[in-house]
């Protein structure tokens, strides 16, 4: 039998789910801390760099020219360091406090989209998922802006059904601000939530007076609007690093994007097809239900749900179109496809449990159930606890070799020049003469703009060849080239596989001393010590 669902708010939280909940939340803290001793990798280096400075004009300043983000968190970056210090863990540590507020913040928004057991299986789901696992050791703006999504919908969807609407809104305001503040992924949820909100009031399907929410979305324009210039600058300037897809292609990055969402490892393909499947008849049980009820939405999903399930078709598509392939840009639309499906498997649950009608089917379904949960996440959990047993990028391991060595007579030269910001990194408190390919001056702070230009002029490496020379002049006798341990190739608009060219250049014209190989589970790297007196 059909139930209605009429537009109200429920509770964020209910009392018996509290112990489950924290419950998760210890296995959450549990499966994430072996991860911070990984190191740090490129990116994470970065925020170190661009949370340095020790002003806030100054860091406004330092984060337009080397982000391509708003400057929220590093902004939080900058009072951690100030109060804790930046050793690797501690510096890891605000990325996993934001990563484990994911697990309650998904069981809050399953419960006013669905029920409280799709509250339960979406916080489950976010507890044990490699990604969320992964980005809660990641020193960059991925988990705070995965919360913020998860809070601003969460406000949004309880504005929408509740009597309260005012604080609801004042919560939307605050949450979208922050988001926009914290990455510009935010805005591809501000378009999605206004078109949203047309839809809902022209399509009757919740009560909504689009006033409060125009002034909602006003005063969040307003609260934006002097970043606006730096924004359309770094829109300007784009992102040279990604290949532009073409059409076809694209349409299977949707696919990707949703599957790489689905809680399994990578490499688990019959579990990632099985949970698809699974998803898919509980889908299809839901719009079983729709066509009974002669296409009465409200009778079969709550506007909650039709929000999120709304905002997931265009946020996975808007990624899509542009483009973005990488999981990091996935990621903080991740929490709202885990509550959808939480809020899917509890259909076909009840689908299922339907036809139990005894004892012992019942039991069985939940033996079912806890097989396929162990199935699940002791995977999951030994990938976890292993994620520290290997270094991040082999440039950690390099470092603490190199401090044992006088550096006076040694040039450092990094190459490709995106390697600049982890060596400078483990090296912070070493003199070390630094430069790098293609950019020669302060590798270590990374400067998107004329990036590409740089990696494209004819004379680059006669260039830096010329620049060495200059050096060994000086009275430097060594030139050690640190090297990514791979074969470079274009992407987009970069023309990395110079870096090659350069090496092969190198040896051609210096004596190689030394070379020694660093092993990384991101970044392999090798060091070449050159002799510049021949």
Same mark, same amino acid.
């Given at each position: 039998?059909?139930?209605s669902?009429p537009?109200?708010?429920?509770?964020?939280?209910? /009392?018996?789910?509290?112990?489950?909940?924290?419950g998760?939340?210890?296995?959450?803290v549990?499966?994430?801390? !072996? $991860?911070?001793g990984?190191?740090?990798?490129?990116?994470?280096?970065?925020?170190?760099?661009?949370a340095?400075?020790?002003?806030f004009a100054?860091l406004i300043k330092?984060? &337009?020219?080397?982000e391509l983000?708003?400057p929220g968190f590093?902004?939080?970056?900058?009072?951690?360091?100030q109060?804790?210090?930046?050793e690797?863990v501690?510096?890891?540590?605000?990325?996993?406090?934001?990563?484990i507020?994911?697990i309650? @913040?998904?069981?809050a928004?399953?419960r006013v989209?669905?029920?409280?057991? @799709? *509250?339960i299986?979406? +916080?489950t789901i976010?507890?044990?998922?490699?990604?969320?696992?992964?980005?809660?050791?990641?020193?960059?703006p991925?988990t705070?802006?995965?919360l913020?999504?998860?809070?601003?919908?969460l406000?949004?969807?309880?504005a929408?059904?509740?009597?309260?609407?005012?604080?609801y809104?004042?919560?939307?305001?605050?949450?979208?601000?922050?988001?926009?503040y914290?990455?510009?992924? *935010?805005?591809l949820v501000?378009?999605?939530?206004?078109f949203? &909100?047309?839809?809902l009031?022209?399509?009757?399907?919740?009560n909504v007076?689009?006033?409060?929410?125009?002034?909602?979305?006003?005063?969040?324009f307003?609260?934006?609007?002097?970043?606006?210039?730096?924004?359309?600058?770094?829109?300007?300037?784009?992102?040279?690093?990604?290949?532009k897809e073409?059409?076809?292609?694209?349409?299977?990055l949707?696919? =990707?994007?949703?599957?790489? &969402?689905?809680? &399994?490892?990578r490499g688990n393909k019959?579990?990632?097809?099985?949970?698809?499947?699974?998803l898919?008849l509980?889908?299809?049980?839901?719009f079983t239900?729709?066509k009974? $009820?002669s296409?009465?939405?409200?009778?079969?999903?709550? !506007?909650?749900?039709?929000?999120l399930?709304?905002?997931?078709?265009?946020?996975?598509?808007?990624q899509?179109?542009?483009?973005?392939s990488?999981?990091?840009?996935?990621?903080?639309?991740?929490?709202i496809?885990?509550?959808?499906?939480a $809020?899917?498997?509890?259909a076909l649950?009840?689908l299922?449990?339907?036809?139990?009608?005894?004892r012992?089917?019942?039991?069985?379904?939940?033996f079912a159930?806890?097989?396929?949960?162990?199935?699940?996440?002791?995977?999951n959990s030994?990938?976890a606890?292993?994620l520290g047993n290997q270094?991040k990028?082999g440039?950690?391991l390099l +470092?603490?070799?190199?401090v044992q060595?006088?550096?006076? #007579?040694?040039i450092?030269?990094?190459?490709?020049?995106?390697?600049g910001?982890t060596?400078?990194?483990?090296?912070r408190?070493?003199?070390?003469?630094?430069?790098?390919? @293609?950019?020669?001056?302060n !590798? =270590?702070?990374f400067?998107?703009q004329?990036?590409?230009?740089?990696?494209?002029?004819p004379t680059?490496?006669?260039?830096?060849e010329?620049?060495?020379?200059?050096?060994?002049?000086?009275g430097?006798r060594?030139?050690?080239?640190?090297?990514?341990?791979?074969?470079l190739a274009? /992407?987009?608009?970069?023309?990395?596989s110079?870096? #090659?060219?350069?090496?092969?250049r190198?040896?051609q014209?210096?004596?190689?001393?030394?070379?020694?190989?660093y092993?990384?589970r991101? =970044?392999?790297v090798?060091?070449? /010590?050159?002799?510049l007196t021949?």
């Amino acid at each position: 039998m059909l139930t209605s669902h009429p537009a109200q708010s429920k509770p964020l939280l209910k /009392v018996n789910d509290i112990y489950l909940l924290i419950g998760l939340i210890l296995i959450g803290v549990w499966l994430r801390l !072996p $991860s911070l001793g990984q190191g740090l990798y490129r990116d994470e280096a970065s925020t170190y760099f661009d949370a340095l400075p020790t002003n806030f004009a100054e860091l406004i300043k330092t984060v &337009t020219i080397s982000e391509l983000n708003p400057p929220g968190f590093y902004l939080i970056m900058h009072q951690w360091m100030q109060w804790f210090g930046v050793e690797e863990v501690v510096f890891k540590l605000p990325a996993l406090i934001f990563g484990i507020l994911i697990i309650p @913040a998904t069981y809050a928004l399953g419960r006013v989209a669905s029920s409280n057991s @799709a *509250g339960i299986i979406a +916080a489950t789901i976010t507890t044990v998922i490699p990604s969320a696992i992964y980005y809660s050791q990641e020193a960059r703006p991925y988990t705070i802006t995965a919360l913020l999504c998860c809070l601003t919908l969460l406000m949004y969807c309880q504005a929408v059904v509740s009597k309260s609407q005012t604080r609801y809104l004042i919560g939307f305001v605050i949450c979208t601000t922050i988001l926009l503040y914290v990455q510009y992924t *935010g805005l591809l949820v501000v378009f999605s939530l206004i078109f949203i &909100t047309i839809c809902l009031k022209l399509l009757r399907i919740a009560n909504v007076r689009l006033k409060p929410f125009a002034i909602a979305f006003g005063v969040i324009f307003l609260l934006y609007a002097p970043w606006l210039p730096i924004f359309l600058n770094h829109f300007q300037i784009g992102t040279p690093w990604i290949e532009k897809e073409p059409l076809l292609r694209r349409v299977n990055l949707l696919f =990707e994007h949703i599957t790489y &969402t689905i809680p &399994t490892g990578r490499g688990n393909k019959t579990a990632r097809l099985l949970i698809f499947l699974t998803l898919a008849l509980g889908v299809q049980r839901l719009f079983t239900q729709f066509k009974q $009820s002669s296409y009465r939405w409200n009778q079969v999903f709550n !506007p909650s749900t039709i929000i999120l399930s709304t905002c997931f078709i265009i946020l996975f598509s808007a990624q899509a179109a542009l483009s973005l392939s990488y999981d990091r840009y996935i990621f903080p639309f991740a929490p709202i496809a885990w509550v959808l499906y939480a $809020s899917w498997l509890v259909a076909l649950g009840q689908l299922i449990y339907s036809y139990c009608n005894s004892r012992w089917k019942k039991l069985s379904l939940h033996f079912a159930v806890a097989l396929l949960l162990c199935w699940l996440v002791l995977p999951n959990s030994l990938s976890a606890l292993s994620l520290g047993n290997q270094n991040k990028s082999g440039i950690r391991l390099l +470092a603490a070799d190199l401090v044992q060595k006088s550096h006076g #007579n040694t040039i450092y030269l990094v190459n490709p020049d995106y390697l600049g910001p982890t060596f400078g990194y483990y090296m912070r408190q070493h003199q070390v003469k630094l430069h790098g390919f @293609a950019r020669w001056q302060n !590798p =270590e702070i990374f400067r998107p703009q004329g990036y590409a230009k740089i990696w494209e002029q004819p004379t680059l490496i006669s260039d830096i060849e010329q620049r060495i020379q200059e050096e060994a002049r000086k009275g430097y006798r060594e030139l050690a080239l640190i090297q990514e341990n791979l074969v470079l190739a274009d /992407v987009g608009q970069m023309k990395y596989s110079r870096a #090659n060219v350069f090496l092969s250049r190198l040896k051609q014209l210096y004596p190689l001393r030394q070379k020694k190989d660093y092993p990384g589970r991101e =970044e392999n790297v090798s060091i070449y /010590v050159f002799s510049l007196t021949k």
